[in-house]
């Protein structure tokens, strides 16, 4: 367990931990506990104010809560003046894509986050089948030492592909088998539910009925249907009820992956989402969704083309790209939703595969297209073709506006969606949207004390037990005796992002303390030499 004197932290930035100070106990007689939190105000998570209460860590758990605790730490840490908070459960992740190359996770556990979850939009790294076992996976993530905590759903893309390939057809009856049992296998390891991405090659090739068949194994284990739904522009509604409609046939709750409406004459319909949302719940059905704090959302490039143009995967799309007898419908249709968002300058380039197009990364398609002087799509097309696809990007295609009033509602829970990423090392490539560094900060810093669009404690609430209870980490996600000791300490007003589109390798300020079961991850900007995050397995 960790104390001052056995846990090394990196000295990579001066003297700042003194302020938060480590004081091994002086005291004689043995430490009661392994930590000691004092002084702060304490929040714990269920959505209850904030109290002066101080908070004991003993093997990994929280042992004790109460005012002035008499009982020592071997390590303290004073809290005057900040609060003291359940660490963030980030439910919609990408933060598992990169841990093997760099476990810290750093853009993740500086913003306070302890747990993610990934396997999310359709897409995860085991798939329940025989040698992709989630058991395996798991055994890995604990190998890794990584910063956080990691949860995950299985990926109905994933499981489609191993079983089908990328192919736009129809499962056979014997395929909707073979998949609901990797499904059925991949939950019975602990996986936290199942995933859709559908908008993505393979997962946007299921039907509604094969949608309901896998996810039915939810169903008795009462865990989550969750979508990164077939549209989030012009056919949102029909999404929604498409999204309510395998989550009623499949009897389990649904979450809805990073709720939002995309183009301005999408905005108002967020009224009719969460009117269809609380009608089925009236009528039984367990719905609820996710949200992020920015007006951009990410994605592949080859997203702004129709999927019929995507069927096969990236070869056979390029492939089409060069057909003239279909060239032009792609263009068409790949141009309407340009448009929707409002213009090629509204799409900025975030990754690119081809090292001769570096320059691209952060920059504006429509800025980029000027530059080079040729026409956007064009630009867009030669893009895609010299790095075989792979060319990310950041559309800016909603408003504050409807952020607001997503945050506002009851049922919005708060997720990042985004990568893990650092200053340092291997993940600093590209430009990724900084909803990965900043999103926890930005909501408790932005939209909680400048916009005060929720209070504090209700913030915390939404970042902490109501996603432990979506995904079913029975033992994370407050502050309780007997909980696992995930917590963030941080100063509520201090915090803030700093990471930006134009900036993105940015980490946040005033979060000072991070525990990962019980070790100290971060403490003022020093690093823990290894992580102490493990494997999450649901709870049934
Ligand atoms: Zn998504």
């Not at 029975?474 to 509520?492: E, I, S, Y």
Request: contains cysteine; charged residues 25%.
């Amino acid at each position: 367990m960790p104390s001052c004197d056995r846990r090394s932290f990196l000295a990579t930035s001066g003297t700042a931990l003194l302020s938060v100070a480590c004081v091994p106990s002086m005291l004689p007689r043995r430490a009661d506990h392994d930590l000691v939190i004092r002084n702060g105000t304490l929040f714990d998570g269920t959505g209850a104010d904030g109290r002066e209460l101080d908070l004991a860590i003993s093997g990994g758990r929280i042992a004790e809560i109460g005012p002035r605790l008499a009982a020592r730490g071997r390590e303290e840490i004073d809290a005057r003046g900040l609060a003291v908070a359940p660490g963030f459960i980030d439910i919609h992740s990408h933060g598992d894509g990169s841990l093997t190359q760099d476990p810290r996770a750093e853009s993740v556990i500086r913003q306070g986050v302890t747990t993610i979850v990934g396997g999310v939009d359709g897409s995860s790294r085991a798939t329940g089948s025989l040698d992709k076992p989630f058991s395996a996976y798991f055994a890995e993530v604990d190998r890794l030492h990584p910063g956080p905590n990691v949860a995950s759903m299985v990926g109905l893309g994933s499981v489609r592909g191993t079983v089908i390939g990328e192919a736009d057809r129809p499962a056979t009856p014997d395929e909707i088998r073979q998949m609901t049992a990797m499904v059925e296998r991949a939950l019975s390891d602990g996986a936290c539910g199942t995933s859709s991405g559908l908008e993505y090659v393979p997962s946007a090739f299921a039907s509604l009925d094969e949608l309901i068949a896998l996810s039915r194994p939810n169903a008795s284990r009462h865990l989550p249907y969750a979508t990164h739904m077939r549209n989030e522009d012009d056919r949102l509604l029909e999404a929604i009820d498409e999204s309510l409609a395998v989550a009623r046939g499949a009897g389990c709750p649904l979450q809805v992956s990073h709720l939002k409406a995309q183009g301005p004459r999408n905005f108002s319909k967020i009224d009719v989402v969460f009117k269809r949302i609380s009608d089925a719940r009236a009528a039984g059905v367990e719905a609820a969704w996710d949200w992020y704090p920015y007006v951009a959302y990410s994605t592949g490039l080859t997203n702004l083309f129709p999927v019929w143009s995507r069927d096969g995967g990236n070869a056979a799309f390029l492939v089409r790209l060069d057909d003239a007898s279909i060239a032009p419908r792609i263009k068409q249709e790949a141009l309407a939703k340009v448009e929707l968002i409002g213009g090629w300058d509204n799409v900025q380039i975030s990754s690119v595969r081809a090292v001769e197009d570096r320059d691209a990364e952060g920059k504006r398609l429509g800025a980029h297209a000027r530059a080079v002087g040729i026409d956007p799509y064009d630009d867009a097309v030669n893009l895609l073709r010299r790095s075989k696809g792979s060319v990310g990007m950041l559309g800016f295609a909603m408003n504050e506006e409807t952020l607001e009033r997503i945050l506002a509602h009851p049922l919005t829970t708060i997720c990042s969606d985004g990568s893990a990423f650092a200053v340092d090392g291997p993940t600093r490539r590209g430009s990724p949207h900084p909803r990965g560094a900043g999103t926890f900060p930005r909501v408790l810093g932005h939209y909680v004390r400048e916009r005060k669009v929720i209070s504090l404690a209700e913030a915390i609430k939404k970042m902490t037990s109501t996603s432990a209870a979506r995904v079913h980490l029975a033992d994370r996600g407050r502050l309780a005796p007997r909980f696992a000791a995930d917590v963030v300490v941080f100063d509520p007003a201090r915090i803030a992002d700093t990471s930006t589109f134009e900036s993105p390798f940015q980490y946040p300020v005033g979060v000072s303390v991070v525990i990962v079961n019980g070790a100290v991850t971060l403490r003022d900007g020093q690093r823990s030499a290894t992580g102490s995050g493990i494997a999450l397995r649901a709870t049934s």
